[in-house]
């Protein structure tokens, strides 16, 4: 039977809180755990369900847990009874501002759907490019010989690329690179919006020694200039995250050849839906897309991973984060070996299960 007889019959909503193995700093602030929504759509008589994970942070996205849970409790009765129509249901959560990592978890349960009432993995569905692809792996901001500790690990653990964190000061940062030089590795570098325009560019000129792949998002999300002049300024790509949510910031940083990548991020942007619109932005400017994640578990990563494999212009992918969590109640959906990420052959994300849902939030969420 197609998606066109299904609808949907009922969402939920419930915490998904999640503890890290050690917290986590980036030149925002340091993290100790995420506090991540998980939603269900349920259709039809079918016991079938598709499941997405919310992920918010007032420091990016500007939301948190309890006002992503009250979003989709606010948009479920908007939605039950309508067929799984991706674009209807994405106009009507976007009537809405903002709240992009609860809409997120519903588009991605949406597409998770879809690939299960049509037996077919998300990946395959969404164009089916690739099998496999490397991601890397991100060192939070740490002292050199910390850092050069960490790259050491990851690398016994198969990974060949390094996404390190700088925290915004020149000769504390150029030490962390320093202590991996020589390594042997590919090293992209993540400001988190940490420099100056001017910091940024002596900081770049001070790396012509190393061989960097980029550095992603030097100056605040609002200046665009800053960004701009970093790009013309120094001598390594310059990727935009923080100043790119959705599709229509990434036309104005193409058009104004402010940046040359952009990491994409489901949690920003709101779901799928809205990266396949930037992807294919970033494709006819002729920029490569990165695709990222925030303290995410393999639900929400799985559905990134599947857009990846899926879509030719994402050259580089960040999907780490659930190896800094203390536990994976995922089972099935995407794995790392080696660096390089694959999904089961299984319809939609191939997520089999979850573990560790506390029952007390299910009973107050669940039925919404
Ligand atoms: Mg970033």
């Known amino acids: ?10 969402i939920t909503a419930e915490k998904y809180d999640l503890s890290l193995i050690e917290p986590f700093r980036i030149s925002l602030g340091t993290i100790t755990k995420a506090n991540n929504i998980l939603v269900r759509v349920f259709c039809n008589d079918s016991s079938t369900f598709g499941m997405g994970e919310g992920s918010p942070t007032y420091k990016i996205t500007g939301d948190n847990q309890a006002g992503s849970l009250s979003f989709v409790k606010d948009v479920a009765p908007l939605l039950v009874d309508r067929k799984l ?21 519903i588009n991605i349960a949406i597409y998770d759907l879809i690939g299960k009432e049509l037996s077919k993995p998300l990946f395959k569905l969404l164009g089916g490019y690739r099998k496999e692809i490397e991601t890397d792996l991100t060192i939070g901001i740490l002292t050199p010989k910390e850092v050069r500790e960490k790259a050491i690990d990851a690398i016994s653990k198969g990974f060949r690329i390094l996404k390190i964190k700088v925290e915004g000061d020149v000769e504390r940062d150029l030490k962390r690179i320093e202590a991996i030089s020589d390594l042997g590795i590919k090293i992209r570098l993540d400001a988190n919006q940490g420099f100056t325009p001017k910091d940024a560019v002596k900081f770049i000129r001070k ?15 609002w200046d665009i200039d ?23 910031d990434a036309l104005k940083l193409v058009q104004e050849k402010c940046v040359d990548g952009i990491n994409i991020k ?22 490569p897309c990165m695709i990222g994640c925030m ?74």
């Open 1 to 10: 039977m197609g998606t066109e007889t299904r609808k949907i019959t009922k």
């Open 85 to 105: 129509d991706i674009q209807a249901i994405d106009e009507i959560m976007n009537s809405f501002v903002n709240m992009t990592a609860a809409k997120a978890a």
């Open 207 to 221: 790396l012509s020694s190393f061989e960097i792949e980029f550095i992603e998002q030097p100056v605040p999300f």
């Open 226 to 248: 800053g960004l701009k002049y970093v790009k013309e300024s120094g001598n390594i790509p310059v990727f935009a995250d923080e100043s790119v949510h959705l599709a229509r």
């Open 266 to 287: 489901l949690m920003k942007c709101g779901g799928l839906s809205e990266a396949i619109k930037i992807i294919n932005i970033a494709e006819a400017a002729g920029i």
């Open 295 to 368: 303290l995410e578990s393999r639900i929400s990563l799985t559905a990134a991973a599947h857009l990846a494999l899926a879509f030719k212009n994402i050259k580089y992918v960040d999907l780490d984060s659930y190896l800094f969590l203390k536990d994976d109640p995922v089972s099935g959906g995407m794995e790392v070996k080696n660096g390089k990420i694959t999904v089961p052959d299984s319809p939609g994300l191939g997520i089999t299960g979850i573990r560790c849902i506390k029952s007390s939030y299910e009973k107050e969420e669940k039925n919404i």
